[in-house]
Nanobody, 129 residues
Framework: QVQLQESGPGLVNPSQTLSLTCTVSGGPIRNNLNFWFWIRQPTGKELEWIGYSAPSGSSYYNPSLKSRTAISWDTSKDQFTLQLSSVTPEDTGVYYC?????????????????????WGQGTRVTVFS
């Protein structure tokens, strides 16, 4: 069974770049079925998808965050990373990584739910000066 673990700084200063890592274990990383997501839950708000890495190797982003987001893989370490630039206090919340299969894609890009796919436990990020 695939397992995911998020890691990164708990505190980030405004205007800096947030970098988070998701370490994957227990299952195939690269195949034609796996979509690898970053999702967040800002404080007091609903779950929001940030972006994902597709089986093709391309990355796709939520339009509301696209200009500030980059997702990339380190296949030698079975890790994928999120970079979110120019953070503000509104980026404070819990950040999750997840593995999702094709039938779950429409759900994850509209109303993300932990019932879809395998999720990490999440990591809390506070943007604070």
């Amino acid at each position: 069974q695939v397992q995911l673990q998020e890691s990164g700084p708990g505190l980030v200063n405004p205007s800096q770049t947030l970098s988070l890592t998701c370490t994957v274990s227990g299952g195939p990383i690269r195949n034609n079925l796996n979509f690898w997501f970053w999702i967040r839950q800002p404080t007091g708000k609903e779950l929001e998808w940030i972006g994902y890495s597709a089986p093709s190797g391309s990355s796709y982003y939520n339009p509301s965050l696209k200009s500030r987001t980059a997702i990339s893989w380190d296949t030698s370490k079975d890790q994928f990373t999120l970079q979110l630039s120019s953070v503000t206090p509104e980026d404070t919340g819990v950040y999750y990584c997840a593995r999702v299969l094709p039938p779950q894609m429409s759900t994850m890009t509209s109303h993300p739910t932990k019932a879809a796919g395998y999720w990490g436990q999440g990591t809390r990020v506070t943007v604070f000066s």
